[in-house]
């Protein structure tokens, strides 16, 4: 299962970079977000248990975040929920004055369940790429809204 979802955003990429990599906000920036509970922390790397919503679906898996901000990317490597073993990566680059965000997921299940094309379009189009366009529409709102705040703070 592979899916790629993409939007751009009038708000500059570090802002962008600082709303996406911080999950403890998450709930509060994403209506579709139940929770974010953070369980292990470092350095550039955390674990979290998160919970959101498709629809009237209520969906939770737990997922280590590695931030490489250097390159404005962040890493997800899902550990427990139905997606164990997928692989997200945000990328958040620069772009015609604003900022490109792209979410890319991959997941390559051993659950015979979950290897059907039925599978890949419930799983990777409906929930997977359903939570991430929500993800990237709200993200861009705060993102711009902030972007908006400082630049009339500024006149």
């Known amino acids: 299962m592979h899916t790629l979802d993409e939007i751009w955003m009038n708000a500059p990429a570090d802002r962008v970079f600082g709303l996406a990599a911080d999950i403890r906000r998450w709930p509060e920036l994403l209506p579709h977000y139940r929770w974010v509970r953070v369980v292990a922390e470092g ?9 959101a919503r498709r629809a009237f679906f209520p969906v939770k898996w737990t997922a280590q975040q590695r931030l490489i901000p250097e390159e ?5 490597h899902h550990v ?3 997606t164990r073993g997928m692989e997200v990566e945000w990328r958040i680059t620069e772009r015609d004055g604003g900022t490109h965000v792209s979410i890319e997921h991959d997941l390559d299940s051993h659950n015979p369940l979950l290897r059907s094309r039925l599978a890949d379009w419930i799983v990777g189009g409906f929930f997977v790429s359903g939570i991430a366009s929500r993800t990237l529409q709200h993200m861009r709102r705060a993102a711009e809204a902030a972007a908006t705040t400082l630049r009339e703070a500024s006149t």
């Open 43 to 51: 350095e550039n790397q955390r674990t979290a248990e998160m919970a």
């Open 72 to 76: 404005r990317r962040i890493i997800y």
């Open 80 to 82: 427990r929920g139905v």
